[in-house]
């Protein structure tokens, strides 16, 4: 009986990265190799996996290999490997979409350069590395059998935007892929996939620690025995060949490993063809004994602050995969952490609930959170410009450990760059602000905003300009979090410059001005009363302001309250946040003020006091980056306030 055959259509972003595939010439090639045994190698992976809770799955075959066969005559090249396979559902999902975010970035940048390097870089990072097989075929077909199940799954398609989908037969578990090879041209590279050389060379080059044999069949000569028959011919042997050394590179001395080698096998398990900013090597002997080897990547991960992505170092026992993602191994502020870890101290049949209560994991996780940071530390110390790159790509995850690891957090704070009104263009560390501070200040100041602009140029800090002091612009949401938990360094007191009452300069100075300030408040005292009960509503306390040189108003808070920032965050949130009442601070010395004091002791009664305080209040919301509680109002008093002013004039 002859199984009937379904067509399908790609999705419509497969179908046009296929002609972009298909249709350009890439000098690159090779890679289409490197990624289809990557795939054989993770389909290895997830049946060993699942094997350990389900050993049925492997049950009268226990083979872990990947195959390459070739048949010159009919021009195809095969992969084959006895992992996990798929169903008939999955092969519709997995090869006939891209589920994956990015491909319209990728298809984009292919368009725009025509690079064939591009490409090589760009396809395992967007999980399209099956496509990669139109690149050297005209026609590609797909036999696979999910462990489990008795029915088999046939996938075909020529990259026409269709694919044909059919049930099939195929002895045992596992997954072929079957290329009609291209014909061989020399414009594009002339590589003869066929050949079994030039297999060797690319699994070799690009897939030699796959920790799984890739077997392929070489043929060799072998001479008659009897060396008096000059007649005799030799005899043509075909044998297996084991094509990749196999040995797990993270139990190599690092002499022994070549930057190449480990740049290829960190690719191979984070999907990421650019070269790691960082490789760590660890070995550790005693109570826990474990060797691991880290990648830092040189680019963040698009789905770095996805919730639902697939984070943590592969874990391994006794050089078996236990787990693919273990998120115990690091804290969540090193989720960007690429590797793997191999302890002979953990069992196979080891559950996720297990490894969280592991002794030897609470172990591991606290010795490789230490070296990370100490790999950072130097890196800082001896190779700045790189750690830039690093800080540039991963600077806001790493600020989140100083809120969430409180046994590193001092090691973390030393680590962490800021802008500052020191220099538009270098960032700073904590220490190096302390060293600048001046003579008898005691207090780090900071602020936190949207954006560099909008905390530059924020009226909270006109005095600090004023006066020369150096200010901390924290412009990430993450920041909100960090001075929630730092209280000081180095013995200094981190102070918000939105916060509180500002005392700067000598203590001379300081209470010159606060004596000044004192005065003049209980001029005010009236007006200021009045400018509060008409507020009310809004604001806490109206007072006058030590902070303001050229604004005529500003809004701060309490040490305890929120930031205007933190509280916009908390309100976009589910049920919404808390509305604060804050200070309206005004600035007693400019013209606005005095003219609006003028005016309260003439008449103190006026209509126009009412609408000068709310032009004010909206005024500071403004400035700071804030949305007015009334637009339409706000809109209509200064539309006033603009007819009385040109009447004024004429």
Known sequence: MVAIAEEFQFQAETRQLLDLMIHSLYTNREIFLRELISNSSDALDRLRFEALMNPELIAGDDRYEIRLEVDKQAGTLSISDTGIGMSREEVISNIGTIAKSGTRELREKIKEEQSGQMLADFIGQFGVGFYSSFMVADKVTLLTRRAGESTATAWESTGDGTYRISEAERDGRGTTITLHLKPISSEDGGDDFTSQWVLSRIVKKHSDFVAYPIICKFERE??????????????????????????????????????????????????????????????????????????????????????????????????????????????????????????????????????????????????????????????????????????????????????????????????????????????????????????????????????????????????????????????????????????????????????????????????????????????????????????????????????LVSSPACLVGNEMDYSPQLERFLQKGKGGGPKQRRILELNPNHVIFQRLQEHFQKNSQDIKIEEAAELLLGYALLAEGSELADPARFNQLLIGALVQNLSLVQ
């Not at 874990?315 to 273990?326: C, D, E, G, Q």
């Not at 606290?366 to 130097?378: G, N, V």
């Not at 989140?400 to 760059?417: M, T, Y």
């Open 222 to 547: 072998e001479q008659a025995q009897d060396v008096n028959d000059k007649d005799a011919k030799p005899t043509i042997v075909i044998e297996d060949k084991i094509l990749n050394s196999m040995k797990p590179i993270w139990t190599c001395a690092p002499g022994e490993v070549s930057d190449t080698e480990y740049a290829e096998f960190y690719r191979h398990i984070s999907n990421d063809w650019n070269e790691p900013l960082k490789t760590i090597v660890l070995k550790a002997e005693g109570t826990a004994e474990y060797q691991a080897l880290l990648f830092i990547p040189s680019k963040a991960p698009r789905d770095l602050y996805y919730p639902t992505a697939d984070v943590g170092l592969r874990l391994y026992a006794k050089r078996i995969m236990i787990v693919p993602h273990s998120e115990e191994l690091l804290p969540t502020y090193l989720r960007f952490v690429r590797g793997v870890v191999d302890s002979a101290d953990l069992p196979l049949n080891i559950s996720r609930q297990m490894l969280q209560q592991d002794r030897h994991i609470s172990q591991i996780r606290k010795w490789l959170t230490k070296k990370i940071l100490d790999s950072l530390q130097e890196m800082y110390e001896r190779d700045f410009e790189k750690y830039l790159l690093f800080w540039a790509e991963f600077g806001r995850v790493l600020k989140e450990g100083v809120s969430s690891d409180f046994d590193n957090k001092d090691r973390i704070l030393p680590l962490l760059l800021f802008q500052s009104s020191n220099d538009p263009e270098k960032l700073t560390t904590l220490k190096d602000y302390v060293e600048r501070m001046k003579e008898g200040q005691d207090e780090i100041y900071y602020l936190t905003g949207e954006s560099r602009s909008v905390v530059e140029n924020s009226p909270h800090l006109e005095a600090f300009k004023q006066q020369g002091y150096e200010v901390l612009y924290l412009v990430e949401p993450v920041d909100e979090l960090l001075v929630q938990s730092v209280m000081d360094f180095d013995g200094k007191r981190l102070k918000s410059a939105g916060k509180g009452t500002i005392k700067l300069g000598s203590e001379e100075e300081k209470e010159k001005t606060e004596a000044e300030l004192k005065e003049k408040e209980e001029q005010a005292s009236g007006l200021l009363e009045a400018l509060q009960k008409i507020l009310d509503e809004n604001v806490k306390q109206v007072r006058l302001s030590t902070r």
